[in-house]
């Protein structure tokens, strides 16, 4: 498939562009045909009343000496069309429309799963092989992460909520579904063409070009994923780009996000502030409060604890790798300043140790204390080092490095 025949495809024309947004799914043209006939079937019974009704009023205008009539008379042809002609439009309507809606009820077999979760502010997709998105984008205010999904094949959507009810809406998909804590909820689409490749030079997945000129467009190739269920004051910033990736791509895509090994701790740690959900609550700037505290220049600072576990045990803490992970497993343990009662939603299980590490080492290097800066740098490059070691190590043997020290500039 070409380039041009792919964008002529999933252009739209400008009738259906009015009223709809492109069609992304495999069912979504169905949708469009059964609006469009609702639609017309209103109009066309709306045109048809309103005329009568104008034309009655002037025709059967009270008169000066005319008496009024007592009651009209019985017409049954009339009565008998005017029941039968909206009942069948009405049943069209209804077989029509449970037509279409089942199949689009029911996952077909097979299909990819993918579990949603929606909190307060942000999606995040966890794919079958355990990995959640780390390509981010900056997109209405945010730097929030982007979503792949495979063409050509159905996706399951397994959606659940950590905390309010939200509703996961991809107008192109025609879906919008609600989101609730402590309950599944399901959606599926096909998505028809892809919209992005994947990039193996940087892991990224990258926008088709939809002009065909060689460039890239600004941007707004693939679909939105927005929150359609008011959630909060940033709900609005629900948003994220669904990208679609012809299936070898998505599962090169797939194996990229999962391999976070390479990535040096203070990048996964900026990184995973982003797409692990903490950028929604947390800020990283001086001074910022949202729903949580700032992260900046915590670390080294004191905590106190809810409950000492024995009594000559001091329940405070202080904020280094042991109080960040504790705080990211058990959120209930301590408390930051100005935030006792407020409760952070538990995440055990959804990082690895070196994951929870790397949050740690970012958290340090946002110290106000440059020794703890410099630290955190120096952690973060010493383990990147040591890997890229080992992994040289395994590929060619022993290599007989030359002297470490950066060699002295020439000259002088
Ligand atoms: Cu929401």
């Known amino acids: ?111 990819e799963t993918i579990n949603v979760t929606a909190q307060q502010w942000q999606w995040k997709f966890e794919y079958p092989n355990g990995a959640t998105s780390l390509q981010t984008e900056w997109i209405s205010d945010m730097e929030q992460p982007l979503f792949a999904i495979p063409a050509g094949r159905p996706v399951k959507f397994l959606l659940s909520s950590t905390d309010v009810i939200h509703s996961f809406y991809i107008p192109e998909f025609r879906i919008k579904r609600d989101c609730f804590p402590n309950r599944y909820t399901v959606c599926w689409a096909e998505a028809k063409e892809p919209t992005h490749w994947f990039d193996p030079a940087d892991g990224l997945a990258k926008p088709y070009d939809k002009n065909d000129d060689g460039k890239f467009t600004d941007g707004e190739q693939g679909y939105y994923l ?46 995973l502030y982003k797409t692990g959900g903490c950028a929604a609550c947390h800020s990283v700037q001086p001074g910022g409060v949202g729903t949580g505290p700032s992260w900046h220049g915590i670390w080294g600072t004191a905590r106190p604890g809810y409950q000492p576990l024995n009594a000559d045990e001091n329940a405070g803490a202080v904020v280094d790798e042991q109080y960040i992970r504790t705080s990211i497993i058990e959120p209930q343990s301590y408390y930051a300043p100005g935030f006792q009662g407020v409760q952070m939603s538990q995440y055990a299980g959804v990082f690895t140790d070196r994951e929870l590490r790397a949050i740690a080492t970012y958290i340090q290097s946002l110290s106000d204390d440059p020794a703890a800066v410099e630290k955190a740098k120096q952690k973060s490059d010493a383990e990147a080092a040591a890997q890229a070691a080992s992994d040289a190590g395994a590929a060619e043997g022993a290599a007989d490095e030359s002297d470490p020290e950066v060699p002295a500039e020439p000259g002088a």
């Not at 380039?3 to 009738?15: F, V």
């Not at 929150?227 to 910033?237: L, M, P, R, T, W």
């Open 226 to 271: 927005y929150c359609a269920e008011y959630c909060g004051d940033q709900h609005s910033q629900m948003t994220h780009r669904i990208a679609v990736l012809a299936e070898p791509d998505y599962q090169a895509w797939l194996e990229k996000q999962n391999n976070t090994d390479g990535v040096p701790l203070l990048d996964l740690g900026a990184k």
């Open 1 to 111: 498939m070409t380039l041009s025949t792919m964008s002529s495809s999933l252009a739209t024309n400008a009738w259906d562009a009015l009223w709809f947004r492109e069609n992304g799914s495999a069912y979504a043209g169905e949708y469009n045909s059964i609006y469009y006939f609702i639609f017309w079937a209103s109009a066309a019974f709306f045109v048809v009343l309103m005329v009568l009704m104008v034309w009655f009023m002037l025709r059967y205008k009270r008169r000066p000496g005319v008496a009024a009539e007592v009651s009209a008379s019985h017409n049954t042809p009339l009565e008998i069309a005017w029941s039968v002609i909206p009942a069948i439009g009405f049943a069209i309507m209804f077989f029509w429309g449970t037509w279409a809606y089942l199949p689009k009820a029911v996952v077909p077999e097979g299909a």
